[in-house]
């Protein structure tokens, strides 16, 4: 009963909806299929090359990163790098080699997906804070990695 109108260009419609086509998602899905057969076709070759993977804070055309920080779960190029390492309070973050995915997921506990930073003397093994203070290894003699 009542009256409709369009989300986007708030035109009023009728009863009887008339749908028009929407252009801007058209577009939208124009360039994500122009974008993945450009994918598809240098996949191969991709696949040759060790693939780059993406800086996580370039805006415009992302550069590829050199460098992964495991507290800032974050890709960073060579510039970003060098500001990332800039500020004191990021001095003592953990990087790795970027695409050492196996090494990061190793890095990282398998309960709780926090980064492993400390060491239980009991089972001898590398433990999360939270697995030190309130899971299996809680009452263990447990040190800091830094230890």
Known sequence: KAPYSCPMCKL???PILELQKNF???????VFLATSSKQQQSKGSAERKKEAV???F???WPQPAVKTCLICDASFC????NKHNAKASQQDHILVEVGAGSAVEDR???EHGRLLECYCQDEGQYVCMLCSVAGCHK???I???KE
């Open 12 to 14: 009023q419609l009728g």
């Open 108 to 110: 990282r506990c398998p």
């Open 143 to 145: 040190v800091t990695l």
């Open 139 to 141: 009452g263990h003699s």
């Open 54 to 56: 993406p800086c996580d």
């Open 24 to 30: 801007q998602l058209c577009s939208i899905v124009e």
């Open 58 to 60: 370039c805006l415009d």
């Open 78 to 81: 060579q510039a970003h790098l």
